[in-house]
């Protein structure tokens, strides 16, 4: 079964569970991108976006939850998944307050893996967005505001650009989640957030 169109990214620092994972996803369909590290995955995801990330916690330099972290403030319309070797309830719950989608421990039955991988994609009801939804530095800030409950005047004066401007930013914004009144922005950027 094809699953054209879908790209998943790994991060993990073992080249070995890279492997396993990327043959597993690809032998289905998937096209699937493997990173060593968590700042080689942020940037390709700023620059060419996917429909997943898998990423492992435990890795140097940035772990997983602090690229979770990331990918909640520069894409959090893409559901992330997170491996450990190291799992506890309290990591579990970290990883998913923090806003992971899943949370796998190994070692893992590949049967089990693709079944979650399948899940998450699913439930993913707005994952078309990391193609089509391309905001801008300044669009995500004004987003962010927007959900926090500010009016144009107050996004103006946080962000220091003029209203009009601001007001051109909302524009797009609208446009670009397909919405024309604040509630259903607030819906489907929450729901994008947390991958509903």
């Known amino acids: 079964m094809k699953r054209a169109g879908k790209k998943i990214f790994i991060v993990d620092d073992e080249p070995l569970m890279r492997s396993v994972m990327k043959d597993a996803l690809t032998e ?10 968590a700042h080689s995955c942020l940037t390709a ?33 893409i559901s992330v998944i997170m491996i450990t070797a190291y799992g506890n309830i309290q990591m579990a719950v970290n990883a998913v307050k923090t806003g992971a989608a899943d949370f796998i421990e190994k070692p893992f039955d590949t049967k089990t ?19 089509g939804l391309k ?6 800030k004004v987003l962010k ?4 409950g500010r009016n144009n005047k107050e996004i103006a004066a946080k962000t220091g650009c003029a209203l009009r401007t601001v007001e051109f930013h909302h524009t797009n ?6 919405v024309d009144n604040s509630v259903a922005l607030t819906k489907k950027a929450i729901a994008m957030f947390h991958g509903a």
């Open 28 to 37: 289905i369909g998937y096209d699937v991108v493997c990173f060593a590290n």
């Open 45 to 77: 995801v700023e620059k060419t976006g996917c429909n997943l990330v898998i990423s492992d916690v435990k890795m140097p330099g940035m772990d997983g939850l602090e690229l979770l972290k990331q990918m909640n403030r520069i894409a959090p319309w």
């Open 113 to 131: 893996f693709l079944k979650k991988v399948h899940e998450v994609l699913s439930r993913s009801e707005y994952e078309g967005y990391s193609k």
């Open 135 to 140: 905001l801008t530095k300044t669009e995500k």
């Open 145 to 148: 505001l927007i959900l926090d």
């Open 173 to 178: 914004i609208y446009r670009k989640f397909g």
